[in-house]
């Protein structure tokens, strides 16, 4: 994981052949690292520290979804380290339908992380997450057995704000 630039931006880079390795280091300042013998995981995993350091020099001053996209490209697995913002744009995650929108008493429209799977015989049923206090007067009579008059009570001294 590398620093780039924007406030708080990373990408994650992965090589773990030596095909990507090369790729990788086609594309940045790893010419030190440019010895045949830097194609074995073991030998890049010795010099981790030296790597790291280069590879966060660089990587500082990159936009992070170009650089991914040109790793990507370049057959480096790599991604941008998303933000819960960035996945409500995410392709693949729009595709699946994965965000539902429910209805916040508070908020209004909210997207929601919706169902794992999805049942063809039943339907996942979704709905906006509590507001503060918003079931306390069913879960004081309902479950607690207070009655109205004990609910009201208790509102009037504030105690249920």
């Known amino acids: 994981m590398y620093a780039t630039k924007g406030e708080e931006r990373y990408i994650a880079i992965a090589c773990e052949t030596a095909a990507q ?5 086609a594309m940045t300042p790893l010419a030190a690292f440019g010895a045949d013998a830097f194609d074995a995981l073991a030998a890049r995993h010795a010099a981790d520290t030296a790597i790291d350091g280069a ?4 990587c500082a001053d990159q936009e992070p979804f170009a650089l991914a996209e040109r790793l990507k490209r370049a057959g480096v697995p790599a991604s941008v380290v ?3 913002v960035d996945l409500y744009e995410d392709p693949q995650l729009t ?5 539902v929108t429910c209805d916040h008493l508070v908020m209004g ?4 992380d919706g169902p794992a799977t999805r049942f063809s015989e039943t339907p996942p049923v979704m709905s906006a ?4 206090g ?6 004081l009579s ?3 057995g207070y009655s109205d008059a004990d609910i009201d009570d208790l509102a009037a001294r504030g105690a249920l704000t």
């Open 129 to 132: 997450a509590p507001a503060l």
């Open 142 to 144: 309902g479950i607690l």
């Open 21 to 25: 390795w090369r790729a990788l280091r």
């Open 134 to 139: 918003q079931h306390t007067r069913e879960v």
């Open 95 to 99: 595709h699946r339908g994965f965000f």
């Open 55 to 58: 590879l966060s020099a660089w």
């Open 109 to 112: 429209p909210t997207p929601y």
């Open 82 to 84: 998303l933000r819960p």
